[in-house]
């Protein structure tokens, strides 16, 4: 391993990608600690004590813009923005049958979809961007009322100001998206990926320094004992996958003989990743957010359904919001594999290369058992990512610990996938110059 590690950074090429990838990442997280112009630093440092930053209803953006969402910083949005616009044109490709000419177009259809994706990205930030300084600009954004200084986070609340605020963040997000774009062209390849990576990892240490503060050294210990075994099972689900056996017929074109190969097609478990758990904290934080904006400023009693929300909607650590975020996570886990896996067009185009599944007959027969296999596969992915999400709220339940626990969640599924993808291509990059690679 160690001389795996030094040969990595005796290759001239593949020490100045990744030295690359390293300064990008770096001025990342600097730019997300810059605070935004017009923004009251030593206000916010105060209400991130008192809240500590974990609980508030933008946690999970926050959590992946590692913490400068309720810092109010140049890089507030992060990838948050992209990670949207991206779902947003993968679900289009179902509505509009343009997006998806594109899609099988080839390089040429997929660049317009990439910028398409830029675009909306800039859209989106440009709407997040006004919603944050609005709420910033109620008090509201760290759900606390009743400290002075979470009411006072801007500096000046005039409109010039708060459009300067909104620019910068703008700017802020399409600068994140182009430094993604050099780390996935000069440097290790997935920029976006390793930005998410990063703005997570560096969340680690303050989750659990506060539970070492909170519980003391034994529960610490605990943890950290538990949250290996939860990334060793993690790793095992993500590798896992159904081989569905593929073979090809010969074919003579000319004098030459094609096909005649066994192949297989790889079905994971976990083909949905981490995206059915966002769509299933987005979802639950609208009612949330509802709720807030129809409480009574003037201190009256809010109506028995924002209390009835608040009750049940507004902290993870209540069973009915354990439930529905379970049921939600199996419900998109289903909806997002049908959009992205298509049964018939992987059937169609194998039928046209002459591929068929032995035992199985080509064209519609076989477009049914895949969509009968993945339909059981996907099964016991979706009960995986439940649980997963679930740990979270069990540990805010039980140790204290905040909303964005480490060990759990969409942390630890983009944690432990990107870093097996990073390294697998590491690996591939030493075995184009070495015979041996990374993992041996």
Known sequence: MFSAIARIFRTPDLRRKIGFTLGIIAIYRFGAHVPAPFVSYPNVQACLQENEG?????SLVNLFSGGALLQLSIFALGVMPYITATIITQLLRVVIPHFEALHKEGQAGQAKLTQYTRYLTI?????????????????????????????????????????????????GTGLVMWMA????????????????????A????????????????????????????????????????????????????????????????????????????????????????????????????????????GQYFTTGDQPVYMAVYF?????????????????????????????????????????????YVLTRITFPGSIYLGLIALIPLIALATVQANQNFPFGGASILIIVGVGLETVKQIDAQLQQRHYEGLLR
């Open 123 to 171: 859209a989106l930030a440009l709407l997040q961007s006004t919603t944050l300084v609005t709420v910033a600009r109620s008090g509201q954004l760290f759900g606390v009322t009743d400290i002075p200084a979470c009411n006072n986070l801007l500096t000046d609340s005039g409109w010039l100001a708060q459009a300067m605020i909104v620019i910068t963040l703008t700017a």
């Open 181 to 200: 774009e050099l780390v996935t062209e000069h440097g290790v390849g997935n920029g976006m990926s390793l930005l998410i990576f990063t703005s997570i």
């Open 202 to 309: 560096a969340t680690f240490p303050g989750a659990l320094g506060a539970i070492l503060a909170a519980r003391g050294l034994e529960v610490f210990l605990l943890v950290l004992a538990i949250g290996l075994v939860i990334v060793a099972l993690v790793v095992f689900v993500e590798q896992s996958q159904r081989r569905v056996p593929v073979q090809y017929a010969k074919r003579m074109v000319g004098r030459r003989t094609y096909g005649g190969t066994n192949t297989y097609i790889p079905i994971k478990v976990n083909m949905a990743g981490v995206v059915p758990v966002i769509f299933a904290s987005s979802l639950l934080y609208i009612p949330a957010l509802i709720a807030q904006f129809n409480t009574p400023t003037d201190g009256s009693a809010p109506p028995e359904w924002v209390q009835w929300i």
């Open 54 to 58: 974990g609980d508030g209803l933008l």
């Open 327 to 371: 049921l939600l996570i199996i419900g998109f886990t289903y909806f997002y594999v049908a959009i992205t896996f298509n049964p018939v067009d992987v059937a169609d185009n194998m039928k046209k290369y002459g591929g068929f599944v032995p035992g199985v007959r080509a064209g519609r027969p076989t477009a049914e058992y895949l969509d």
